[in-house]
């Protein structure tokens, strides 16, 4: 499975901003879909999860009531839609996924990070 995150950038504080995760090489419709952060200096960390059809979500503290996740299994995509940005939250977001039904912390397949920058 190949993941690509796209849809990054500069945003002011209180924007919004929403990522996408293309899969290409495989059908994920039946992967839960993860994001991830990472911040300079900073682990890693987990943003949200999507179940495979996209009926359950769950969210990090941090995030929660700002950010939500989706999905569009037709089209082998992943949303991720983040609004009432914060500074803090600026870092390399990834896409991840993984064939267990659960998405486990650390899933089998990543693709490249994209960009999100909050500052005014």
């Known amino acids: 499975v190949q993941l690509q995150a796209s849809g990054g950038g500069l945003v002011q504080p209180g924007g919004s901003l929403r990522l996408s995760c293309t899969a290409s090489g495989r059908n994920i419709s039946t992967y839960p879909i993860g994001w991830f952060r990472q911040a300079p200096g900073l682990e890693r960390e987990f943003v949200a999860a999507i179940s495979w059809r996209g009926g359950n979500a769950y969210y990090a503290d941090s995030v929660k009531g700002r950010f939500t996740a989706s999905r569009d299994n037709a089209k082998n995509m992943a949303f991720l839609q983040m609004d009432s940005l914060e500074f803090e939250d600026t870092a390399v977001y990834y896409c991840?996924?993984?064939?267990?039904?659960?998405?486990?912390?650390?899933?089998?397949?990543w693709g490249p990070g994209t960009q999100v920058t909050v500052s005014s």
């Open positions: 991840a996924t993984d064939t267990a039904a659960i998405l486990p912390p650390r899933p089998a397949y």
